[in-house]
């Protein structure tokens, strides 16, 4: 589910290569089916876990916020680059995610908040003082549109794999 935008592919897969590699060492035999089959189930759990369920996630809510042209994800992008213009942690979390150095769940869905409020903020800050009504309907679209993009990949990502 990962998208080119992000560029992760390969780390995602040589992260897979390691877990697959300690999911099967455990194992006598690979002919049976029953072990390899529990060692896969153990393999999609624990990747999801880690490093698998951010990029899913950041790669497609990335695709989405620069390939949408509505207002509001208009919005969310330009936050987007003023966060990154921040520096520091707000520089060094998603490129961690990017990377796959440091791909916490919480680490993502943290700083894709904090992008969506300050996306607020500069909505609020958009209009003059005595069109506070424009800005805040403004914001709230913006935030309802963060949360539109981002709990669905989030229950895409959590739904329970079915084997065979």
């Known amino acids: ?6 560029g992760s592919g390969m780390s995602v897969a040589l992260n897979d290569v390691l877990y697959w590699r300690n999911a099967l060492r455990s194992l006598a035999d690979l002919t049976d089916h029953a072990a390899v089959l529990a060692a896969l189930r153990k393999f999609h759990i624990r990747r999801k876990n880690s490093h698998s369920f951010a ?3 950041l790669a497609q809510a990335l695709y989405a916020l620069f390939a949408g042209d509505d207002e509001e994800l208009m919005c969310l992008r330009k936050a987007c680059f003023a966060y990154f ?3 520091g942690i707000c520089v060094s979390g998603p490129m961690g ?3 796959v150095l440091s791909p916490r769940p919480i680490t993502l869905i943290c700083h894709f908040f904090a992008v969506a409020m300050y996306a ?3 909505c609020l800050l958009s209009e003059p003082v005595w069109a506070v009504h424009r800005s ?3 914001a709230y679209f913006t935030f309802k549109k963060a949360c539109c993009v981002l709990f669905p990949l989030i229950w895409s990502e959590l739904k329970p794999i079915s084997f065979f």
Do not use: D, E, F, Y
């Not at 589910?1 to 992000?6: A, E, Q, S, Y």
């Open 97 to 99: 995610l990017l990377s």
């Open 85 to 87: 213009k921040l520096g």
């Open 1 to 6: 589910m990962r998208h080119p935008l992000t």
């Open 55 to 57: 990029v899913n996630v």
């Open 136 to 138: 805040l309907r403004k």
């Open 120 to 122: 607020v903020w500069c």
